[in-house]
């Protein structure tokens, strides 16, 4: 089984309402063989929400109490954040996920790249809180750029 980021199934759960849909994945779902989540959802936020970045390093270090993840407004979500990461590794154990595919970028599903902190566009090199949980559990995780390029 294949867990996939729910916003690039087409699902609007980004924190602005909208998705961000590649047509390949959706048909994965669309054919049972892959099931969406959504880390954030799942940490307890709803859609629509602030917009959140991890500041101070990068998603493996929020998960050892390096960095925290704080929204737009300024309030400290990382709690929330963790929880998501947890309860979507626990859905990837349950479904004996054999891969899960993020939406690069996101402060917990990037693989890859997350902003910078800074709220201004910019981006570094690192994962999102989930995306390093799930890597630090030995679970395969790629982005949907990745996706694309390994023709699964
Ligand atoms: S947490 Fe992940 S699945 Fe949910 S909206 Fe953000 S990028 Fe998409």
Do not use: W
Not at 119 to 147: D, P
């Amino acid at each position: 089984m294949i867990l996939v980021s729910a916003c690039l199934a087409g699902l609007q759960v980004r924190y602005d309402g909208l998705h961000c849909l590649h047509n390949q994945l959706r048909r994965l779902v669309e054919e049972n063989q892959a099931i969406t989540i959504c880390p954030e959802l799942l940490g307890g936020f709803s859609t629509q929400r602030e917009p959140a970045e991890i500041i101070g390093g990068t998603g493996e270090d929020v998960l050892v109490g390096k960095a925290k993840v704080v929204d737009k407004s300024g309030k400290d979500v990382t709690q929330m954040y963790i929880k998501g990461a947890y309860a979507t590794l626990k859905k990837a154990k349950e479904v004996n996920a054999s891969i899960v595919v993020l939406k690069e970028n996101s402060p917990s599903c990037g693989s890859s790249n997350i902003y910078n902190g800074e709220f201004n566009g910019q981006k570094i090199e690192g994962m999102g809180v989930t995306a390093a949980l799930l890597k630090r559990n030995e679970i395969k995780v790629i982005s949907e750029q990745q996706f694309a390029e390994s023709h699964l």
